[in-house]
Nanobody, 126 residues
Framework: QVQLVESGGGLVQAGGSLRLSCEAS????????MGWFRQTPGKEREFVAA????????RYADSVKGRFTISRDNAKNTVYLEMNSLIPEDTAVYYC???????????????????WGQGTQVTVSS
């Protein structure tokens, strides 16, 4: 069992930055592909970014490429999402998720993930 706890959300002006963190319980964090998804009311949850468990490779949604950076610190059981040049369209609840020994190729599919956090709200004002 893995528990995920996100933090770092908040209110920021357009053009600003936020860093989200997701801390995982358990001793096998390094064996999980970690992803970030987001969801706005009335819409389906969408993939944002993922970082692989074995080689650290990453994948991003086109909408955030060049603005967001995902990283992980296995010693701290934590995955981060650095968000820069935020725009109002980035407003959403952000969720982190864990997929045991997942592959980066399939990282965009939420059905692949085994565990989810409770989410953290990010609001970008114009």
């Amino acid at each position: 069992q893995v528990q995920l706890v996100e933090s770092g959300g908040g209110l920021v002006q357009a053009g600003g930055s936020l860093r989200l963190s997701c801390e995982a319980s358990g001793r096998t964090f390094s064996s999980y592909l970690m992803g970030w998804f987001r969801q706005t009311p009335g819409k389906e949850r969408e993939f944002v970014a993922a970082v692989n468990w074995n080689d650290g490779s990453t994948r991003y949604a086109d909408s955030v490429k060049g603005r967001f950076t995902i990283s992980r610190d296995n010693a701290k059981n934590t995955v981060y999402l650095e968000m820069n040049s935020l725009i109002p369209e980035d407003t959403a609840v952000y969720y982190c998720a864990a997929h045991f020994r997942g592959t980066i190729v399939r990282a965009t599919s939420e059905n692949r993930y085994d565990y989810w956090g409770q989410g953290t709200q990010v609001t970008v004002s114009s």
